[in-house]
């Protein structure tokens, strides 16, 4: 159940037309979870400044059950930063944020999803 979260200062006519489901696409190779299950959300033109500028800028919070570790996480930045790259953010201009979720904290279908697993006989 990754969840992408991308704030950027990139305007909405900017961003490919493809962006959101090509983002899906790559996060769900890149982290080795089903597309059906990755949620990607897109904050275009929002009113930012890193580093002392409103040049081109974005936050990104990656948030996954599992599969968020030290060197994961490297690989993952590599991805994240081409992918935000494509709506015109530097390398440099940009934050990344990495939340390993736990199944007791995440609602699915009127539950949570230990309580799924609990429904399914795996706990």
Known sequence: MPIVEI????KVADIP???????????SEMIGKPLQTIAVHLHPEQLMAFGGSTDPCALVSLKSVGKISQDENIK???VITEIVGR???QPDRMYIIFTDLVRDNVGLKGTTLSGLDKLAGKI
Do not use: H, M, P, R
């Not at 704030?7 to 990139?10: E, F, K, V």
């Open 17 to 27: 037309s493809d962006f959101l489901v090509e983002t899906s696409k790559t996060i």
């Open 76 to 78: 993952y930045a590599q």
């Open 87 to 89: 709506l015109g953010v």
């Open 7 to 10: 704030n950027t200062t990139t």
